[in-house]
Each structure stands twice: as C-alpha cells, then as structure tokens.
C-alpha cells in the first residue's frame, strides 16, 4: 500500500457551488440531493478508480452537518471508493485519533487552504495537495495547487 489519500468533498470532489445554487432554486432540498452525481466533477469517479488500482488507500474526511454530508455523499456515488469515510462537525485536524490509524504517508486534497494549513500544523508529516476552488490557497507556496483532480492525480501518480 502506498499511503492514504484523504479528499475532501465539497468543491474538491463535487461542484458545490453550483449545488448551492440549485438547493436554493429547488421547491425542496431533497429534489436536488437526490440529483447530487449531476454535480460530481466529471474526473472524479475515473481519478478515485486509478489511484485505488495503482495501490493508494482512499478517504473521505468532510466537515460539516455530518447528516447531511453523509446524505450528498451517498448520492454522489462516490461512497464506494473509500476505504474509510469520515464526517466531521468539529475542525478536521481535531480528529487526529482517526487520521493516526490510517496507513501512511497521509496526503490530504482539499480546496481549503485554511483547512490544509491546520491539517499540517497538527501533522507535519502529511502531505498536501490543494484543489484550486472558491476558497483561498494555502499559505504555504510549497503546496501544489492543481485546476482539477487530472492534475491531483499526475502529483500522486509520482509519489
């Protein structure tokens, strides 16, 4: 095993931008849960595949209503490419007991820069890739900061 790439899914696995915007248009939010793989980037689910064939374990870590992130995830169809999943209500460099057990080396794909930054002040070892998206990038210039998962994938497939 190679390690374990963690995504995060809004705005890095899924368009939730646009999501947003349909949720707020729609009559009821369930109309457009249930429409939740429409918003799925179109490289997600082929990008998830070759990197779990080539030998990375994947994860899920993704802040929010852990309800309803688990409700747009399951929709998604992403949910069967991970190995573990996690969804969060608190920071996601609090949940460091679960980060611990995963195999390593850690690398996190997120399109938070904040979030990425916390994640490697409470652990230093950990990779980090960032997905460029609505949020500010990272502070740190070292990070790689990709368009698309088509680029996450080329820096992970040299690792």
């Known amino acids: 095993m190679k390690g374990t790439v963690i995504f995060d899914f809004d705005d890095t696995l899924a368009d939730t931008v646009s ?55 399951v929709r998604s169809g992403l949910l069967p490419y991970f190995d573990h999943v996690l969804y969060t209500s608190v920071p996601k460099e609090t949940r460091l007991a679960e980060l611990r057990a995963w195999p390593r080396p850690l690398v996190f794909v997120d399109d938070h820069g904040a979030e990425l930054d916390a994640l490697k002040r409470a652990l230093p070892d950990a990779r980090l890739i960032a997905v460029r998206g609505p949020k500010p990038a990272p502070l740190d210039p070292k990070v790689p900061v990709c368009d698309g998962l088509e680029g996450v994938y080329g820096i992970l497939s040299g690792l």
């Open 19 to 73: 999501f947003k915007a349909a949720l707020s248009a729609a009559p009821h939010p369930d109309v457009v849960v249930g429409r939740m793989a429409d918003f799925v980037f179109p490289s997600a689910g082929n990008v998830l595949k070759r990197l779990k064939s080539s030998g990375w374990a994947l994860a899920l870590m993704t802040f929010g209503d852990p309800a309803w992130q688990e409700r747009k995830v």
